[in-house]
């Protein structure tokens, strides 16, 4: 089961630095996130999204190869594959990437925005459904950035060790069962 965190930051740029620093950390096998998302509200209380999964280019590219085989094997039938080759690609692709802009992967964008309109003018906010992670190594590469825990599906104890690892207290490594330093 995933457990859904939100960390907000003081600045529109730290929940991006963050969103970087967790990718890195996803590719050496140390957290494995299902869906993330920054929100950022600027200056003048407007809410941006920042997805981290693009849907509408997903669902073209895998709309445009699906039509792309279904039209070759239709081409066939008709003893002209190119064309149907070419013309299904570019209909799959269409249809792909309109169905994927109209799905709905991970995160509830309403909450996403629900969120965003509580935030701080200036501020960012991090959104992050997490699968698995190691919390002994990740924890000290995002405590730099700092952050304020806003909203976790972790329970009261575990959410407040995070707050304390993001405020930079070092004793959050004896609550986890790991040796202090």
């Not at 920054?38 to 003048?44: L, M, P, T, Y």
């Not at 700092?146 to 329970?155: D, E, P």
């Amino acid at each position: 089961m995933s457990d859904l965190i939100v960390i907000g930051y003081k600045d529109e740029d730290t929940a991006d630095q963050v969103l970087n620093k967790l990718h890195a950390l996803k590719k050496e096998y140390l957290i494995d996130f299902e869906d993330a998302c920054i929100v950022v509200r600027d200056q003048g209380g407007r809410v941006h999204l920042k997805q981290s999964v693009n849907l509408t280019g997903l669902g073209a590219a895998s709309g445009g190869l699906r039509g792309a085989l279904w039209g070759a094997l239709i081409g066939l039938l008709f003893l002209n594959p190119l064309i149907g080759l070419l013309t299904g690609a570019a209909f799959g692709a269409g249809f792909g990437a309109l169905a994927g802009s109209l799905s709905n992967y991970g995160i509830d964008e309403k909450f996403i925005k629900s969120i965003g309109s509580t935030i701080v003018p200036g501020s960012s906010a991090l959104f992050v459904l997490v699968r698995s992670v190691t919390a002994d190594k990740v924890l000290p590469e995002i405590q730099q950035f700092g952050g304020t825990v806003l909203r976790t599906s972790l329970s009261n104890e575990q959410e407040a060790r995070l707050q304390n690892a993001l405020e930079g207290v070092r004793p959050w490594f004896g609550q986890i069962g790991l040796a202090k330093l």
